[in-house]
């Protein structure tokens, strides 16, 4: 479900605080801009250098020099740090937050984070996940439009605010993107089939392609490899964080794959083409389920 | 290595004769239409419809009812259908052939259809593989430009005759694509790695997929489950027939795959973060040896 369908995307939001100023923080803070609302959009980083190309892209309005500067007097603060470091970061930060300020984050996993975040600032915390990015990291690849029509999932426990949670979902609506109500534990699942999984599946397409092409015939490839190999570009730091985070539910989506992947593979051994069709067949059917 | 680079990509062809008018068939004839090279381009196919569709899309210059009056007098003929009916059609054209016609096909395989091929048509025959296509197919998705610099791998046996091969070469010129010449077993290997099992590792995540996102909730996924799932879209009865084709190379990149996604299992199952981080990067610096 998306924010009232029709209301205007330039609604106010007051001063909205982005904390970590990479790929997707900077592209929230082109986004904000863009819309022209009428808020202040505050950046900080752990890096000057980023907050000055933030503030040089126009990304942010201002950029103090302390965090604590940073998120004081923010009625939204973003969280646009990876996953491992959201709630050290909203410990650091709740001291310094106005008392009715919201928090939400945009890291790859919900559940551990909404539980934690729950009791470190009970009823304001809305997990955020938006269906956007790149293997590309860093400010210099954001983008404006990076979140047009994307889906961007918000998690919440029961016990949320419903004003915190409107608040996010008016944010989510500004910078251009379709808000999308789940249980954490129910988007923990979807992501680790939709997103984690395809990812650890690009990993080892080019892990396996590395080990059999032989040097000087790298080129050799067309569409499928370049598809599938792209998100492989991705960031090893970023996606152990990720991929640990939500281990046991990706643990049961690739045990799908490899369950596919073993039957095939008997049927190749085999040289049983009728097995081999019934399988492409029925994941044929399978992929015709989703509508992209 | 390409057909001598600057070589006009126009230069006269004689009759070309394409039997199997679909994707592919209908892109070769709708490229060597617009080479406008002095060349008539005769179609084949077992469908009326389809005759009738690449005449009207102006792939062919004509398409006559019978397939040994389509051949007969053909400089070239290029077989165009599934990878289990090359060699059956082969041995059908080859009493209609003219004393010097050259054949050629498009399959994805080469090892078995050259070695075959070579005891239907000594000398006379060139495996080809345009390393372009589409999920779609039927003449319907034809364009001219399928092939615009794409890989187009020539393999043959070394008794073959140089006119053979030099005639094919000009043919991948004239439509657009770069002819890359390998031994058929190096190209089995190659491709069972960055094009074969590309394929099965979509269907697998297609699979994965549904049965582990709750109904409803389809249109979940973003940009790397779009491009992950892409080509699992193609045919079950076609690809049945490849991956059958070239077993032996595929379980041997399949397993290269199996082996990587097993170990960062158990790192998941231990969540063991350095371990799979590591992994990761393993995996990371081998995308980095491919240039796309």
Not at 118 to 131: I, T
Not at 203 to 216: I, K, T
Not at 235 to 243: F, Q
Not at 253 to 260: C, I, K, R, T, V
């Amino acid at each position: 479900v998306s924010y009232p369908p029709g209301a205007p995307r330039t609604d106010p939001l007051g001063r909205v605080t982005i904390v970590g100023l990479g790929l997707i923080g900077g592209s929230i803070g082109l986004a904000l801009r863009r819309a022209s609302v009428d808020s202040e959009v505050v950046g900080w980083d752990v890096s000057p250098e980023a907050r000055i190309a933030a503030i040089d892209r126009g990304a942010v309005t201002c950029a103090p020099n302390s965090l604590h500067e940073a998120v004081s007097g923010a009625r939204l603060v973003v969280l646009c740090v990876p996953v491992d470091s959201s709630i050290p970061l909203l410990r650091e930060i709740v001291p310094h937050l106005s008392p009715d300020a919201v928090v939400t984050d945009v890291g790859s996993t919900k559940a551990r984070i909404c539980a934690e975040a729950a009791s470190v600032l009970p009823g304001r915390f809305v997990g955020g996940h938006p269906m956007a990015g790149s293997e590309v990291s860093g400010i210099d690849g954001a983008r404006a439009d990076l979140f047009d029509g994307a889906n961007w999932f918000a998690t919440a426990l029961p016990d949320v605010n419903d004003d915190a949670l409107d608040r996010v979902e008016r944010f989510v609506w500004a910078v251009g993107a379709n808000i999308r109500r789940f249980d954490p534990a129910v988007h923990d699942r979807i992501v680790a089939a939709v997103s984690h999984l395809p990812h650890l599946l690009a990993f080892a397409l080019s892990e396996a392609a590395a080990n059999r092409v032989p040097q000087g015939l790298e080129d050799a490839g067309a569409g499928s490899f370049r598809d599938g190999t792209r998100v492989a570009a991705s960031s090893p730091r970023l996606w152990s964080g990720i991929l640990t985070d939500n281990a046991e539910e990706i643990v049961q989506s690739l045990d799908e794959a490899l369950a596919w992947l073993t039957s095939a593979r008997a049927a190749l051994v085999d040289s049983d083409r009728a097995a081999l069709e019934q399988l492409l067949e029925q994941a044929r059917a399978a992929k015709d389920r989703f509508p992209q």
